[in-house]
């Protein structure tokens, strides 16, 4: 069992901090770190070939459900077996495509529905993400029945980057909200006869609401999308508050959290507090441009992935922030909310790419690690 502590003198001595600017949202200050004395425990638990996602089943036991990239849904089940749920659809696997997330039904006690993200093949070398829902049988076959498409990405288009296809329902679970990433294309950001680069709000059953902020008969596309400007999306939480986060990619550096608003265009690629990786400018988020500035951003690059805001019981330090991983920046992060702004508050190096961030039933912290023979962490306090 390895042994951590968020203590200041401890993680400030290690380069992963001393390399990292955290701005606000100004995107020139600089945010000061306020850091817990809480430690933690971590427990490797088991591997996994390539883990995207997971999220707990409700119950007496700690059961997940775990996606592998390349076309898995695993059962975990710890201290038991883990077993492959079948019916699966077939994804485009390749790139940053393949099976990405997975959510329960907000009625999942009643009605046993999954919803899953992947990536979907096309015409003529084009791919897109797709969310679908399906009923998970665990009574007596381990599998997913009447598997149903209910959002596509539009339009697909070459290349298997930047799908994003994170899932999150609102917490009255009237809303399903679905991360689209911009594919590498750029422009779909800002292009409003395109979900790429938006987050979108539907009913459960892939609906579109008539008050969402773009809402016309006439386009559908258009109709869906909740926010634009945005870049690649790995992360949406709702806080206790019922706002909605969501963490993203920015392209060289410039990754953030956001604050979502309806209606809101965060900039990408107008304005990012980044730069393209050909070493071409892109302007400053700066106050008046018209755009919605993060929160919170990095430079150098955090590569965050996975976001929860942190409920539970067994860590009351940490209710009220937003836990993240870092893959590039092989940590875990924990972000303060106070009330619309966000605080760095502690990070703690994994030595490991993390994908997911969990909160267990019992308030434990689950973290899955990036790529092949990635490990299931589990953290608990000292």
């Known amino acids: ?15 992963i901090l001393a390399l990292t600017t955290i701005g606000c949202s100004n995107g020139n200050a600089s945010i000061s770190s306020e850091s817990t004395a809480t430690g933690f425990n971590i427990e490797d638990i088991a591997n996994f070939n390539e883990p995207w996602a997971m999220t707990f089943l409700p119950g ?8 592998e990239k390349s076309g898995q849904l695993l059962l975990f089940e710890e201290g038991g077996e883990t077993v492959e749920i079948a019916g699966v659809p077939t994804v485009d696997y390749g790139g940053q495509g393949g099976l990405g997330d997975v959510v329960l039904s907000p009625d999942f006690e009643n009605d046993s529905m999954v919803y ?12 897109g993400a797709v969310v679908g829902r399906a ?5 007596d076959s381990n599998r997913l029945e009447n598997m149903e498409i209910i959002w596509t990405q539009y339009p697909k288009v070459t290349g298997r980057g930047h799908y994003s296809h994170r899932i999150a ?31 979108v709000r539907l009913y459960p059953d892939g609906t579109i609401p008539k008050d969402n902020p773009f809402y016309t008969k006439a386009n559908a596309i258009r109709s869906q999308i909740w926010s634009l ?9 709702f806080d206790a508050k019922g706002q909605l986060w969501n963490q993203e990619m920015g392209p060289a550096h410039g990754d953030e959290v956001n604050l979502v608003k309806a209606k809101a265009n965060y900039g990408y690629p107008i304005v990012s507090n980044g730069n393209h990786y050909d070493g071409r400018d892109i302007p400053d988020h700066s106050e008046g441009d018209g755009f919605e500035a993060p929160k919170i951003f990095w430079n150098p690059t955090l590569a965050p992935s996975g976001l929860i805001a942190y409920t539970g019981e067994m860590f009351p330090e940490w209710q009220g922030s937003l836990m993240l991983g870092g893959l590039a920046g092989q940590a875990l992060v924990r ?24 909160q267990g039933p019992d308030g434990a912290l689950w ?16």
């Open 1 to 15: 069992m390895i042994k951590l502590s968020s203590k200041i003198s401890l993680i400030c001595s290690l380069p």
């Open 60 to 67: 007496v036991s700690v059961r997940a459900l775990i996606t």
């Open 116 to 127: 899953l993200s992947w990536a979907e093949a096309g015409d003529n070398d084009t791919r």
């Open 135 to 139: 009923k998970l049988n665990l009574e």
């Open 169 to 199: 329902f609102s917490p009255d679970g009237q809303y399903l909200f679905i991360g689209s990433g911009e594919r590498q294309k750029f422009d779909p950001s800002q292009d409003m006869d395109s979900n790429m680069g938006k987050i």
């Open 229 to 237: 400007g945005h870049r690649n999306i790995l992360g949406l939480a």
């Open 335 to 358: 972000l303060k909310i106070d009330g619309k702004n966000l605080t760095k508050a502690d990070e703690w190096p994994m030595e490991a790419r993390i994908r997911e961030v969990e």
């Open 367 to 382: 973290l899955l690690e990036d790529g092949k023979g990635g490990k299931l962490r589990k953290l608990t306090p000292q």
